[in-house]
């Protein structure tokens, strides 16, 4: 008996009730048993999102959500700003630039948070900066940025919009799109909403629509004006991913039954509890500032290869974590308690940590962390 | 008690195995417990293609795939050429004019097939066609392409390649992608693979990967050669669709332990046993050529409205078949046989068909298709 836990920042397990809803027999996207699936999952979203804006719903990776936020809106030289604090920061830069934007980057150092006062003068000394691209959580890092600030400096523009990668933020942060100005969100199925890859969520709002009527890059795949439409007859533009729509209305339902509130508090308690057990064993957090409720990232200690901690995590205690990218791998491990995630999660977490730095040699006082975390817990 | 049959041309059902298959716990994308995984569905991919090509495995719809085969291979301007025979074929038009190619078009009537000697002539007056597009089945009219002539006349160009849009065609007909030279071939897994929609499959030949190099447009997402270097890790370049590529396995496995010459023999008997059991009922088919072992486009009796017989099959007798699109919207509905199908699937087809027609007060004969099919089917 060797049981696996899936801890990674995504895909994050699934709970039964979704994979059971999701292997009932297809039904046809355009007939109309689809018709209150779509229309739920749409109006659930908006929820999730917080939003009155339509969430578009497409069938790709959350990259394809990301890559939706730039070619549906912008146009080639377009001057934008993009905040890069790790490797999605870094990936909305590179999106950006293969559809000819003219990107200026604040770069952000690895496992700080933006300040968003940086931003403020940027955009002021720029003038005529198009787009203001972000991550809510950075995955890479296990870093927030402060999207509230963002929201208030961007407004300020008429026509700058704010554009956040929420996709392994959402849910497990309480984001309030419309009431901070978030012109576009991007969410993923994969990551707090608990199910399968292969969704990503867009929302609009009205501000960012009156740019799409002057873009003019290439978007047939990802054409969200033509999504916005179809979504009004609760259909998506192109074949829908019927399974995970109808696994997506369980999660909404199990969401909405423990109470976003709850849910959010959820996230922040277990994030809280894993840095208590982690700094208990006496390891040092890689988030300097505003650490993630969905991830945390956590420096190998001296000597040790953090990608050894990952290996023998999965290997001897069946716990998928998440190494380090670029160049903090081998230098950092991420655990992450996001989605289906309650205290016991973390607990094995914590205590599959202890014991894989006792395998690896590392002096460590078993037990510890688990009773930092269980303070935190209780 | 009401049960229901989805006969369209996809999505179509999903056997058990696969659904259950797709249940199972969810697994990252980058451990090595999805190596194997990805290892058996590529490998598994090639034997279903008929191909020593890579086939590179995407999380889109089929339009994706589409949209991948355009992207990847040609520059602004390039002269191409689409044979359009209906909805899907107007659909290459549309991709490849989003992206600025130069259009030349076949238009071949709906329910007809291209003649291969068409496309020579065109070939030789234009002197530099970049690709020929088609379809293998031209889903909305159930009519086939001859592909094996098209492989044969662009052979003979060494600047011009085959891209052929097999997606409801694949596994239902015996398509030779290497064999007949097609250099680039798309599939999705919502039509003759038996999975819900999520994936598209595109297989790509030496002389596209050429082509490749020298390709200018956007294709941030749909990035072929980064999805054939990470294949070769047995990785996809974004997050891999990890249940359905289980599920992939679980179908490929089905597919095999039948044997890919029954699975064409069973498309073709299931097909032929349509059309006869229309016939009987004296009904016209809509495909004047070539019909499709996939679906069956049939002609609305004068005075009754295609729509109407596809909306009392649905809601008396429980079973979703298609109606027309575009200009035989109303003239023609179309019954897909196709994938986790079987000869009882084609019986339930019929005699729904016939009680529809009874139900609508148009003359028939009750039992006569069923006869028909019957005598096809022993």
Same sequence: chains 1, 2.
């Avoid at 931003?119 to 900066?129: A, F, Q, R, S, T």
């Avoid at 991913?241 to 996230?267: D, P, Q, T, W, Y």
């Avoid at 922040?268 to 990232?297: C, D, Q, Y």
Wanted: charged residues 25%; proline residues 3%; glycine residues 8%.
């Amino acid at each position: 008996m060797f049981k696996k836990y899936l801890l990674a920042p995504g895909p994050t397990p699934v709970p039964s009730e979704a994979l059971l809803a999701m292997a009932m027999p297809m039904i046809h996207h355009r007939a109309p048993d689809f018709i209150p699936v779509l229309d739920a999952a749409k109006n659930g979203l908006k929820r999730l999102f917080q939003t009155q804006n339509d969430v578009l719903i497409l069938c790709s990776t959350g990259t394809g959500g990301m890559v939706a936020s730039v070619n549906n809106f912008f146009n080639k030289n377009d001057k934008v700003l993009v905040i890069d604090g790790g490797k999605f920061g870094e990936r909305w830069s590179k999106i950006c630039k293969a559809y000819g934007l003219d990107v200026k980057e604040i770069k952000v150092n690895w496992g700080y948070s933006i300040k968003p006062e940086s931003v403020e003068e940027l955009l002021k000394k720029e003038g005529n900066i198009k787009g203001v691209f972000v991550q809510a959580t950075e995955t890479s890092t296990g870093v927030n940025h402060d999207i509230e600030a963002l929201g208030k400096i961007v407004a300020k523009y008429d026509d700058t919009i704010l554009i956040v990668d929420a996709i392994s933020a959402l849910v497990a942060h309480n984001i309030r799109t419309d009431d901070w100005g978030i012109d576009i969100m991007v969410g993923g199925s994969q990551k707090g909403l608990m199910l399968p890859p292969g969704l990503s969520f867009v929302s609009v709002s009205e501000k960012a629509w009156k740019k799409a009527e002057t873009s003019k890059l290439e978007h047939f795949y990802f054409n969200l004006k033509a999504e916005r439409k179809k979504l009004k007859e609760n259909q998506t533009n192109f074949t829908s991913a019927v399974s995970l729509i109808i696994g997506l209305n369980e999660v909404i339902k199990m969401l909405e039954k423990e109470g976003l509130a709850n849910v959010f508090a959820r996230h922040a308690r277990l994030a809280h509890a894993t840095r208590e057990g982690v700094k208990a064993i006496g390891l040092n957090m890689f988030a300097k500032e505003l650490p993630s409720n969905s991830v945390t990232a956590i420096e190998a200690p001296q000597g040790v290869d953090g990608q050894k901690i990952y290996k023998v995590l999965r290997e001897n205690y069946g716990v998928t974590a998440a190494g380090g990218q670029d160049h903090v791998k081998g230098k950092i491990f991420r655990i992450a308690h996001l989605g289906y995630a309650d205290r016991f999660d973390v607990i094995i977490a914590i205590s599959a940590l202890e014991m894989t730095l006792k395998t690896l040699a590392y002096p460590v006082n078993l037990g510890a962390g688990v009773a930092a975390c269980e303070q935190v817990l209780l």
